[in-house]
């Protein structure tokens, strides 16, 4: 399978890239130079420079993003990578013929269920009375709450992937990623707990989005198997094919 990664220089490019060499031939495109062999230097906002880039692919993974999600992001910064890059990277997508795929979202897009119980005692880390079997989650198919103007431009990211899913079939998975970190690591706030995806998870999961049969358009949330979960990581899964190995339980200080 041919696949081509945007964004394929940064923290997941970087490692999803890696994994999906062994098996597929893949190449990327990325704003910065980078050394990887494949890789193109190019603007996702040229649509012009981009397009021929797409020729004879299988499948995309779109990662390239402006990934700062604070409040005070403005729309500068925004609207180029998240808005424009992405529709044209869905375009040129289409327009090459493309089958598969793969946008990363953000469980931001979600993020403002985080406010409501039991999911704000969850991510503030404050387990009592409570129990992970039974909690209730946040699935794919419950309105889209953005926490900001990051998270909406992931919902648009989405929502073009049903168009295109919906009147051109193309098959789209949409990935609503937790935390990846570059150390792999899960990190002093609580909120880690829920939605760490360890790299090694990280890497099958990808290959699973590029690869699974009988994809129509799927929703699915991106993390490892995280005992305090919020979101139902367990039907992407389903859907994927896909086993994850890590938790993030397994690696939480005792003392
Ligand atoms: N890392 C996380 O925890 C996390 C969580 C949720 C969602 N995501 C999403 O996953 C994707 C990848 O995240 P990441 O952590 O690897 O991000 P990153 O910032 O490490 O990497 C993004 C890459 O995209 C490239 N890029 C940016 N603008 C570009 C443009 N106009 N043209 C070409 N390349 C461009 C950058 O040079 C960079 O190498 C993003 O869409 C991000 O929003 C990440």
């Not at 923290?11 to 193109?40: C, F, K, M, W, Y």
């Not at 090694?200 to 009988?214: I, K, Q, T, V, Y």
Request: hydrophobic share 40%; proline share 5%; glycine share 10%.
């Amino acid at each position: 399978m041919k696949i081509l990664i945007t964004g394929i220089g940064g923290t997941i490019g970087s490692v999803i890239a890696d994994a999906l060499s062994n098996q597929h031939e893949v190449t990327g495109i990325d704003i910065r130079p980078l050394e990887r062999d494949g890789t193109v230097v190019a603007d996702l906002t040229d649509i012009d420079a981009i397009s021929p880039l797409f020729q004879g692919v299988d499948a995309v993974i779109h990662l390239a993003a402006e990934r700062r999600h604070t409040p005070d992001i403005g729309w500068d910064l925004l609207l180029p990578t998240n808005v424009i890059a992405t529709a044209n990277v869905y375009d040129a997508a289409h327009a090459a013929g493309v089958r598969r795929f793969v946008f990363a979202s953000s469980m931001h897009v979600v993020g403002n269920y985080e406010n409501d119980e039991p999911w704000a005692s969850i991510a503030a880390g404050r387990y009592e009375g409570l129990d992970p079997a039974t909690v209730p989650l946040v699935t794919a198919d419950m309105p889209v709450r953005p926490d900001g103007r990051y998270a909406a431009t992931k919902a648009l990211g989405e929502s073009l992937g049903r168009y295109y899913a919906d009147c051109e079939g193309m098959e789209v998975v949409c990935v609503r990623l937790g935390t990846i970190a570059d150390s792999d690591a899960i990190g002093d706030d609580p909120r880690g707990y829920v939605a760490w995806f360890s790299h090694a998870d990280l890497a099958g999961f990808f290959s699973a989005c590029a690869e699974a049969p009988g994809i129509k358009y799927e929703i699915v949330y991106g993390a490892s198997a995280n005992t305090w979960k919020i979101y139902d990581t367990a039907s992407g899964w389903k859907a994927l094919g896909f086993t994850p190995s890590d938790n993030a339980e397994d690696h939480r200080s005792k003392s």
